[in-house]
């Protein structure tokens, strides 16, 4: 019977976890052993993080139609886009698509809901980001994207364009070649 402990405490619920026992192919173990060397983290940890991602991530986004694109492909298709088209595109998305994919993740839609999906995905993807709170009550999430100008511009527009479909006020985007810069109230 497996044992059920209270987790560490750290979080704003108490979570419980359970131990179980695992086997796995040599192959993959020793890869898990040198990802987990590579991170510093224990294998525990690793595991951990990669069924959450897909319990959180990778099983709604199947359900939610969202798939695999080579990230150099996604900005050569966005760089045929006029930028008519483009605002087009983002406009049908954010009213007809969105919703609904964010309803599978998280059951409703918010603008909270929206950047924690919006955060996960620039993790899953490999988008580095930083989330600063400053003194003038706003959040600030500086995207490094370094896929071009069009690019840039496309996934700017596409978060300002959620964002005031979920009826967020004042919502601030900049962008160059390299950097999406979003600025919201918080």
């Known amino acids: 019977m497996p044992k059920t402990v209270p987790n560490d405490g750290n979080s704003y619920h108490k979570k419980m976890s359970e131990s179980i026992t695992l086997r796995f192919d040599k192959l993959i173990l020793d890869e898990l052993r040198e990802e987990s060397e590579l991170k510093m983290e224990s294998i525990n940890t690793l595991l951990n993080q990669i069924v959450k991602s897909y319990i959180k991530w990778h099983k709604p ?3 939610a139609g969202l798939i ?3 990230k150099f492909l996604y900005r050569d298709i966005v760089e045929q886009l ?3 088209s483009l605002n087009q595109i983002v406009d049908n ?3 007809h698509h969105f919703m609904d994919t964010i309803e599978i993740f998280h059951g409703k839609s918010s603008v909270s809901i929206y950047l924690d999906y919006l955060l996960t995905w620039l993790k899953i993807s490999g ?3 930083r989330v600063d709170e400053n003194e003038e009550n706003y959040i600030t999430i500086k995207i490094q994207i370094d896929l071009g ?4 511009r496309y996934i700017s527009t596409k978060i300002k364009t959620i964002l005031e479909t979920l009826k967020q006020p004042k919502v601030d985007v900049k962008f160059t070649e390299h950097i999406v810069v979003v600025r919201i109230p918080s």
């Open 149 to 152: 100008l069009k690019f840039s």
């Open 127 to 129: 988008f580095h980001y």
């Open 68 to 70: 695999y694109i080579n």
């Open 82 to 84: 006029s930028n008519e």
């Open 61 to 63: 986004s199947a359900i």
């Open 93 to 95: 998305y954010a009213q």
